[in-house]
Structure formats: C-alpha cells, structure tokens
C-alpha cells in the first residue's frame, strides 16, 4: 500500500511538473478501432457523468447539450491531431529562384491541450528552415503547428514533433521552432501566475550553430507593423 502510495505521488509530480515521457504522443496500440462517431458516443456518456457527479442538474436548458458539445469538440476539433487521416499533406516545391537564405514564419497561432490537467495551451510558434533544393507552402507550416498542437501535449514534444516533420517534409536538418506560451494548468490553477509563459525551442542542423540561431532569434525580434 505504501508503495502504491509512492509510485502515485510521483505520477502527479509528473504532471504538475509537467515532465514528458516520450518525443511520441503516447498511443494505445487500439487507438483507431473505434470510429469518430463511437468516441463521441462514448464521450458524450463519460461527460455527462462527470458532469453528474458534479452534481449538475442536466435538465437544466444550458447544460443539456453539454455532453453531446464536448465530445464533439474533442473528437472533432481540439484532439483532432491525434488521427493519422488529418495530417497535411505538405507538397514541397523545387527552390528555382535558388534562395539560400534562412526563412522564417513567426506568430504562427498555437492552440494546445495540456496532457496533464486538459487545459489549454495559448501562444505563439515561430519557424524556420534553411532549404537544401526544396521549399514548402508557407500556410503548409502552418497546418503542422495546428496538427501537432491539436491533441494532449507537453510544449517541449510539441517543438520536437513540429521540427521532425519539417526535417522529414524537406529533406533537411536545418529546421528550427521556438513556442512561447501560456499554459492555463498554471494560470488559472495552482500557483495561478497569470503573468509567466513559457518558451522552448528545437534546433536542427545549422541552427545548432550559434551564429545561425542568433541569427533566427533576431528575425523572431524583429517588430511586424503593417
């Protein structure tokens, strides 16, 4: 019992530490057996009892649909990224006008769960690649950011999963991404600092070069007024 009652506190130090435990978003081997509309119906059912013990009256006309709209949105839209189907697909392109300097997309939107308290995850990615021949559609850097961020994360695997696709979509290893974000477990919960953010970043290639990276991180500086 003393054991079951260690290996518990160390599970939620965990998860208020907010510690990863792996680069891939931890799966069962089930995951897709089950169609989209059977997760929600299965949700839906595990929300309203949620909501029930709770003790939540769901007669009530503003709580009714409550059930049905979560699962829907879990499904559907905030844990949308954890099906394989919804992957971009990111068309590159020959580099023919043979630019060979460093491009960069940042304030690219991210919204994301936290895989420990389900809470959002709100800030901000920035990117960038050094291309090798290839090129990739700007808003394509975009849909990996909202596909890797759509599902329960840790914002340092997010980082990882943004630059290994990057990498794999361009054929090279001299990608970069900094998130800077707020995540609300620690806002609006716990401590409840309203005010900190948090900032992580994966380098690969050039970019592990201090020169390069400084170089990355004064365009991300740059201020944007149009």
């Known amino acids: ?54 003790g939540l009256d769901l007669e009530d006309d503003s709580l009714r649909g409550t059930p049905d709209r979560v699962a829907k949105m879990y499904v559907k839209e905030v844990f949308g990224g954890l099906a394989p189907k919804k992957k971009p697909n990111s068309s590159t392109f020959e580099n023919k006008y043979k630019y060979g300097e460093m491009l960069v997309e940042k304030n ?47 914002q340092e695997r997010l980082n990882i999963q943004i630059v290994k696709e990057l990498q794999e979509v361009l054929g090279t290893k001299d990608v970069a991404c900094v998130i800077d974000a707020k995540h609300l477990c620690v806002n609006s919960r716990g401590i409840r600092d309203v005010d900190s953010s948090t900032v992580t970043a994966e380098y690969g290639g050039k970019f592990k070069e201090e020169a390069t990276r400084r170089e990355f991180l004064d365009y991300i500086n740059l201020e944007t007024n149009f």
């Open 1 to 54: 019992m003393k054991l079951d009652r260690t290996l518990e506190e160390h599970f939620e130090d965990l998860g208020n530490d907010h510690v990863s435990s792996s680069e891939q978003t931890p799966m069962r081997k089930d995951a897709f057996v089950l169609s989209e509309e059977e997760k929600i119906e299965r949700i839906r059912g595990n929300v309203r009892e949620i909501m029930l013990t709770l």
């Open 108 to 154: 690219i939107t991210v919204y994301s769960t936290c895989e420990h308290h389900l809470l959002p995850i709100v800030g901000k990615a920035h990117i960038a690649y050094i291309s090798n021949g290839t090129v990739v559609g700007l808003s394509k850097m975009n849909r990996i950011v909202d596909y890797f961020a759509k599902r329960p994360q840790v």
